[in-house]
Nanobody, 113 residues
């Protein structure tokens, strides 16, 4: 059963922007929090941003001021607006919930000139 579907990744030059989307099932979207994670080649999965059911937000230090997490309750969708992208943002981006749901395929972001 597909619970989350990520989309919106692509190839972008340094300094560019992308908006990622995570369409979640209703049961997943209603959980305590939704997270965006990323995994760079050869690296561990890391938490990038979180938004709780009550709209409390957290960002990883390296993305704060550049990334914005938001959600559309009517669409059961969480977004990650990424601005001023850097090569070190290159990764596969995943979304998930707390409590954890089944993992999606992720969406690949490549930042390169």
């Amino acid at each position: 059963q597909v619970q989350v579907v990520e989309s919106g990744g692509g190839l972008v030059q340094p300094g560019g922007s992308l908006r990622l989307s995570c369409a979640a099932s209703k049961s997943v979207f209603g959980r305590n929090a939704m997270h965006w994670y990323r995994q760079a080649p050869g690296q561990q999965l890391e938490l990038v941003a979180s938004i709780t059911r009550t709209d409390l937000i957290w960002y990883r230090g390296s993305v704060e001021g550049r990334f914005t997490i938001s959600k559309d309750n009517a669409k059961n969708t969480v977004y990650l607006q990424m601005n001023d992208l850097k090569p070190e943002d290159t990764a596969i981006y995943y979304c998930n919930a707390i409590p954890e749901a089944s993992w999606g395929q992720g969406t690949q972001v490549i930042v390169s000139s």
